[in-house]
């Protein structure tokens, strides 16, 4: 044991449901190993940010601890310990908001590249999330980040009939 392992009971170590959602994000922006300004910018809108006296938008005072905790955790834990450590503190609805947000995430800088699916693909599979009760919100995320039903009049979210069935919704 080293004497620097005495700082690992700071305030902030223990997991919430609001860290996990936080470090979920970052687990996903660094995934393929760079993160992208539309990356950093879905995590603020997400997280909450706030303008500072020189006019820069950076994360609000009240998350910037959330923050901080956030990125040590990753820094020092595999996404293995992450999942493991999490779901259990997580209710359903928490988790399903995760996934929406790891998918939103991933497709902010207009593609999900190899290395995010393959992470989401770990937490759906540790949060108990089948792909049948997931696709509806998978569908939906999609439709939000696909530009081209606006000028592609034969796209297929274009053609008359088309809808999304949410579970527990009659087809």
């Known amino acids: 044991m080293s004497l620097f392992s ?92 995760i996934l929406m947000n790891l998918v939103d995430s991933a497709l902010s800088d207009g593609e999900a590249e190899p290395e995010e699916r393959e992470f989401f693909d770990k937490v759906q599979k540790a949060f108990g999330i089948s792909d049948e009760d997931f696709r509806p919100y998978f569908q939906v995320l999609m439709m939000k980040s696909d530009r081209s039903v606006f000028i592609d009049e034969n796209h297929p979210m274009n053609q008359p009939g088309f809808s999304v069935t949410l579970p527990g919704q009659a087809a």
Request: hydrophobic residues 40%; proline residues 2%; glycine residues 8%.
């Open 6 to 97: 005495m700082f690992k009971s700071d305030k902030g170590e223990q997991m919430t449901a609001h860290k996990a959602f936080a470090i979920a994000l970052m687990y996903t922006m660094a995934a393929d190993g760079e993160m992208d300004p539309e990356e950093v910018g879905h995590l603020l809108s997400v997280i909450g940010g706030d303008r500072n006296s020189s006019g820069t938008i950076g994360v609000g005072a009240n998350n910037q601890a959330l923050l901080n905790s956030a990125m040590k955790y990753v820094r020092t834990h595999s996404h293995e310990q992450f999942l493991t450590e999490a779901t259990p503190v997580l209710t359903t609805a928490q988790r399903l908001c």
